[in-house]
């Protein structure tokens, strides 16, 4: 019987990865800044808490966004956990191309950066550290604030589309 471990690494369909992935159900963030052009922001679904001491959020842009690059700059940003009625924001925050501050009511976090009106939470962050992560870059950010809106349920997306979470004590 051979014991040497096996180095091969299995090939894998990048539209089977996505499909069996999407079994997971994740929330939907936008990342905002003011950039020396203006307010900036992409919507992100790869977020996640990483550290409570000290206070750390992590996501993952895509290594091919243009929009990343130029909120990595401004080193602040703010992190928008979308709600339930947020489809068309998520998906506007989602083109490229087009003014996606369009229509968009927003306030300032303390650091500057916009907190779209009626999310569910927001984090404002300063950027500690990125590393490469295959075809997207993992960005670890340190919270300097944060809030949320304990009436408003989040958007959430799974086998690629959205979902609402049913109320709780509903059955």
Known sequence: MDETPHTEVPSIDPSRMRSVLGHFASGIVVITAVTPAGPAGFTCQSFSSL??????????????????????????????????????????FARSGTDKFAGVTWDRAPSGA???????????????????????????????????DPQRAPLLFHRGGYVVLAPQGCS
């Open 51 to 92: 550290s409570l001491d000290p206070p750390l959020v992590s996501f993952c842009p895509a290594r091919t966004s243009t929009t990343w690059p130029r909120i990595r700059e401004t080193g602040s940003f703010c992190v928008n956990v979308l709600a339930d009625a947020h489809r068309e924001l998520s998906s506007a």
């Open 114 to 148: 916009p907190v779209l009106a009626d999310t569910a939470a927001w984090i404002d962050c300063t950027l500690e550290e990125e590393h490469p992560g295959g075809d997207h870059t993992i960005v670890v950010a340190r919270v300097r604030d944060l809030g949320a």
